[in-house]
């Protein structure tokens, strides 16, 4: 009898065991965010691997260092074979429905040469910065050829222009911003017919105060040798659904490797929080290849340094972290874009030349949920998503000012403090002492009020009562 | 009670400077007692600061807190100070006895007590946009506590105005040179020890 429970014990503990979910050690890399203080910490991973693919498993033969990845509005993957100049287009399924080898180009036979961006119209225009011919080719959705934008051409371009498109992006008016190889006045910019129309945002000269000095003491053959200060170049390039420009600089010192574009090429990202998205605090700080918008203001970039996502929100806040260089799934050997697409992401690897994608957990979902709800104004809503977020991750510093704002605006001012504190947001904070105080004044005025009057009254009348002998006292002092 | 009269002398040379330092030093009304007692109710205060400012203008990491070093920026530096400025002051022809400068500093640096314990207090009820009333008292409790600070080195050194200031500016100098001696001192006593140790262990692993 005693032997026949204790298997039945031991079985229904093997099928509980059995029945409960991975634990999250299983994957291949650490979530983790940045508090206010810049300390790392732990985090519920945001996005899991879920399947990869290569060339091989596309059934096209291997990639060879594949430099692009779009993901076109209907689902489609658009892979830049930038090695054997050729683009391959995957359906959802990760079924081949195309692969664009060359092209007829007038009377002759074409094809690209090293290509190394992709970008696909919502119109299904495909657009390759065809890096060694010097060109950009637009393709229609079948692959047959429709133009090709030379170098650019004006007075302003001088006679050493070296043009080497790496990066191609089309906005919704159909002006073409193209990223050059060591094109540092910024992104050339044509209009849609093709004629270059000028330079746009420029990234602003760095210089250190050191280098300054020592060039300003040396003589003119060794400030040759020395190093320019030259604007650094950007290196990618995406465009959101207003139109605006988002680029990345692979530059380890600076502050702002992210900008936002508006069309007149002035940077307008919001960085409200304490630290600017810059990737990881280390003292060997992230390089960013590439960005992705999302929509709502989210962007993801990602490091080459340790080939990681960082996602921000239209804040410049950081939602989470995913990736890591490695050689499991999940991990990358060298990143080379990403994209996103609903609830999965996809990472380019170019060395490996696979993709991998990503799905959101659980986690990933509700804090994606919230921050939507929180970015357009829906606090309430939202609040009921971020407290879910806390259960899982009680570091969560965005939940707790999302908290709090959503209180504040209920007028539970006390609380909306609390949580304020917690989430490090002293602006918000301080409204909400300010309310508090209000309130709380209006409702204790009357007990303030009277204890002032009664230690006026009090200390007038200790006063006397101790002037009073005293007095007595000197005058007997005379007296005596 | 004469705790609560050295109290009320100690106001009293916080608001009369002049007045109170020269019955310090010529009356001998100041006590070195009292000099500490002030300077571990500033090292406290200090603490309780960092510790309990009102949020909006507390920018301190709560895990980076630590008391010791509160005693590490407030007593040692007294210290140096005082030091310094006794070195200085006997080749410059100063009248004053090291235990005057150091109850003269201590006496000094009430106002930080005074106008910090109400500040805490205010910095707890205050928004972000009247953050910067917290601000100007802390600075005014500076220059309260450097203001006294001159008047006293002035008063108890028997110095003109001119010589006073060349004083306190040498004696920050004098501040740099002795840490600068302090650290090499260090420096040498550890590379001799570790010179030794590592003898030490060439014997014993040999022997």
């Given at each position: 009898m005693r032997i026949k429970s204790s298997i039945l014990v031991l079985v229904s503990v093997l099928l509980l065991v059995g029945l409960c979910p991975r634990p999250a050690g299983a994957a291949p890399y650490e979530g983790y965010t940045y508090s206010y203080w810049g300390d790392a910490v732990q985090s519920p991973i945001a996005y899991l691997p879920s399947r990869a693919i290569s060339g091989l498993e596309a059934g096209t033969g291997a990639w060879n260092v594949p430099g692009d990845l779009f993901v076109s509005a209907e689902g489609l993957l658009y892979v830049l074979d930038s090695g054997n100049g050729r683009i391959v287009v995957l359906d959802k399924e990760w079924n081949t429905l195309r692969v664009i080898e060359g092209f007829r180009n007038g009377e002759k036979k074409d094809s690209f040469n090293n290509p190394e961006g992709l970008f696909v119209t919502?119109?299904?225009?495909?657009?390759?910065?065809?890096?060694?011919?010097?060109?950009?080719?637009?393709?229609?959705?079948?692959?047959?050829?429709?133009?090709?934008?030379?170098?650019?051409?004006?007075?302003?371009?001088?006679?050493?222009?070296?043009?080497?498109?790496?990066?191609?992006?089309?906005?919704?008016?159909?002006?073409?911003?193209?990223?050059?190889?060591?094109?540092?006045?910024?992104?050339?910019?044509?209009?849609?017919?093709?004629?270059?129309?000028?330079?746009?945002?420029?990234?602003?000269?760095?210089?250190?105060?050191?280098?300054?000095?020592?060039?300003?003491?040396?003589t003119k053959e060794q400030r040759e040798k020395m190093v320019q200060f030259i604007p650094l170049e950007f290196n990618n390039v995406d465009v959101d659904e207003d139109g605006f420009i988002y680029t990345t600089t692979v530059d380890k010192k600076t502050f702002s490797p992210v900008k936002r574009l508006n069309p007149s090429g002035i940077d307008v990202l919001r960085v409200s929080s304490e630290i600017p998205p810059i990737g990881d605090l280390s003292l060997d700080r992230s390089a960013f290849i590439d960005i992705d918008v999302t929509g709502n203001g989210v962007y993801r970039a990602l490091d080459t340094t340790r080939g990681r996502v960082f996602t921000y929100n239209e804040d410049g806040k950081l939602l989470y972290v995913i990736g890591q260089l490695g050689s499991q799934l999940g991990t990358f050997k060298n990143p080379a874009a990403v994209e996103s697409y609903e609830n999965a992401l996809y990472v380019l690897d170019r060395d490996?030349?696979?993709?991998t994608e990503f799905?959101?957990?659980?986690?990933?979902?509700?804090?994606?949920?919230?921050?939507?709800?929180?970015?357009?104004?829906?606090?309430?809503?939202?609040?009921?998503?971020?407290?879910?977020?806390?259960?899982?991750?009680?570091?969560?510093?965005?939940?707790?000012?999302?908290?709090?704002?959503?209180?504040?605006?209920?007028?539970?001012?006390?609380?909306?403090?609390?949580?304020?504190?917690?989430?490090?947001?002293?602006?918000?904070?301080?409204?909400?002492?300010?309310?508090?105080?209000?309130?709380?004044?209006?409702?204790?005025?009357?007990?303030?009020?009277?204890?002032?009057?009664?230690?006026?009254?009090?200390?007038?009348?200790?006063?006397?009562?101790?002037?009073r002998p005293r007095k007595g006292g000197r005058v007997q002092d005379a007296v005596s | 009670m004469p705790f609560l009269k050295d109290i009320k002398y100690s106001l009293h040379v916080a608001v009369h400077p002049f007045d109170g330092f020269w019955d310090l030093k010529y009356e001998n009304k100041g006590k070195l007692r009292m000099a500490l007692?002030?300077?571990?109710?500033?090292?406290?205060?200090?603490?309780?600061?960092?510790?309990?400012?009102?949020?909006?203008?507390?920018?301190?990491?709560?895990?980076?807190?630590?008391?010791?070093?509160?005693?590490?920026?407030?007593?040692?530096?007294?210290?140096?100070?005082?030091?310094?400025?006794?070195?200085?002051?006997?080749?410059?022809?100063?009248?004053?006895?090291?235990?005057?400068?150091?109850?003269?500093?201590?006496?000094?640096?009430?106002?930080?007590?005074?106008?910090?314990?109400?500040?805490?207090?205010?910095?707890?009820?205050?928004?972000?946009?009247?953050?910067?009333?917290?601000?100007?008292?802390?600075?005014?409790?500076?220059?309260?506590?450097?203001?006294?600070?001159?008047?006293?080195?002035?008063?108890?050194?028997?110095?003109?105005?001119?010589?006073?200031?060349?004083?306190?500016?040498?004696?920050?100098?004098?501040?740099?040179?002795?840490?600068?001696?302090?650290?090499?001192?260090?420096?040498?006593?550890?590379?001799?020890?570790?010179?030794v140790y590592t003898v030490y262990q060439e014997l014993s692993i040999r022997g």
């Amino acid at each position: 009898m005693r032997i026949k429970s204790s298997i039945l014990v031991l079985v229904s503990v093997l099928l509980l065991v059995g029945l409960c979910p991975r634990p999250a050690g299983a994957a291949p890399y650490e979530g983790y965010t940045y508090s206010y203080w810049g300390d790392a910490v732990q985090s519920p991973i945001a996005y899991l691997p879920s399947r990869a693919i290569s060339g091989l498993e596309a059934g096209t033969g291997a990639w060879n260092v594949p430099g692009d990845l779009f993901v076109s509005a209907e689902g489609l993957l658009y892979v830049l074979d930038s090695g054997n100049g050729r683009i391959v287009v995957l359906d959802k399924e990760w079924n081949t429905l195309r692969v664009i080898e060359g092209f007829r180009n007038g009377e002759k036979k074409d094809s690209f040469n090293n290509p190394e961006g992709l970008f696909v119209t919502d119109a299904g225009r495909i657009y390759v910065a065809d890096t060694e011919n010097r060109r950009l080719v637009e393709l229609d959705g079948t692959g047959t050829f429709v133009r090709e934008i030379g170098a650019p051409k004006a007075d302003v371009i001088g006679a050493g222009f070296e043009y080497f498109p790496r990066k191609v992006i089309v906005d919704k008016a159909g002006r073409i911003y193209v990223v050059g190889r060591g094109v540092y006045e910024g992104l050339i910019e044509f209009d849609s017919d093709g004629q270059f129309t000028g330079f746009m945002g420029t990234n602003k000269v760095q210089f250190d105060p050191v280098d300054l000095f020592w060039k300003s003491v040396s003589t003119k053959e060794q400030r040759e040798k020395m190093v320019q200060f030259i604007p650094l170049e950007f290196n990618n390039v995406d465009v959101d659904e207003d139109g605006f420009i988002y680029t990345t600089t692979v530059d380890k010192k600076t502050f702002s490797p992210v900008k936002r574009l508006n069309p007149s090429g002035i940077d307008v990202l919001r960085v409200s929080s304490e630290i600017p998205p810059i990737g990881d605090l280390s003292l060997d700080r992230s390089a960013f290849i590439d960005i992705d918008v999302t929509g709502n203001g989210v962007y993801r970039a990602l490091d080459t340094t340790r080939g990681r996502v960082f996602t921000y929100n239209e804040d410049g806040k950081l939602l989470y972290v995913i990736g890591q260089l490695g050689s499991q799934l999940g991990t990358f050997k060298n990143p080379a874009a990403v994209e996103s697409y609903e609830n999965a992401l996809y990472v380019l690897d170019r060395d490996l030349g696979r993709i991998t994608e990503f799905t959101v957990t659980q986690f990933g979902s509700m804090v994606n949920e919230a921050n939507t709800l929180y970015s357009s104004g829906k606090h309430d809503e939202a609040a009921k998503l971020w407290r879910e977020v806390l259960k899982l991750d009680a570091n969560y510093e965005m939940a707790y000012v999302g908290i709090g704002k959503s209180l504040l605006r209920q007028g539970e001012y006390k609380q909306a403090m609390t949580y304020l504190k917690l989430g490090n947001d002293r602006e918000y904070y301080s409204k909400a002492l300010g309310k508090y105080r209000r309130e709380y004044m209006r409702d204790h005025f009357s007990i303030y009020m009277t204890g002032m009057i009664a230690v006026l009254l009090g200390g007038y009348v200790i006063v006397r009562l101790v002037k009073r002998p005293r007095k007595g006292g000197r005058v007997q002092d005379a007296v005596s | 009670m004469p705790f609560l009269k050295d109290i009320k002398y100690s106001l009293h040379v916080a608001v009369h400077p002049f007045d109170g330092f020269w019955d310090l030093k010529y009356e001998n009304k100041g006590k070195l007692r009292m000099a500490l007692g002030i300077l571990i109710a500033l090292t406290v205060t200090m603490i309780v600061k960092r510790q309990y400012v009102g949020y909006v203008v507390n920018y301190n990491h709560p895990l980076a807190l630590n008391s010791i070093n509160e005693l590490k920026y407030i007593i040692f530096p007294f210290l140096l100070w005082c030091l310094a400025n006794w070195s200085l002051t006997t080749l410059m022809d100063g009248e004053g006895k090291f235990a005057e400068i150091v109850i003269t500093t201590g006496y000094a640096l009430l106002p930080l007590i005074l106008i910090n314990i109400p500040n805490i207090l205010l910095s707890n009820v205050i928004t972000l946009r009247e953050a910067s009333f917290y601000h100007l008292l802390d600075a005014l409790a500076t220059l309260w506590f450097v203001w006294l600070l001159f008047i006293g080195t002035m008063t108890v050194h028997q110095y003109t105005v001119l010589k006073t200031i060349t004083t306190m500016l040498l004696t920050l100098a004098v501040v740099a040179i002795i840490i600068f001696l302090g650290l090499l001192f260090f420096n040498l006593i550890q590379q001799i020890v570790s010179f030794v140790y590592t003898v030490y262990q060439e014997l014993s692993i040999r022997g």
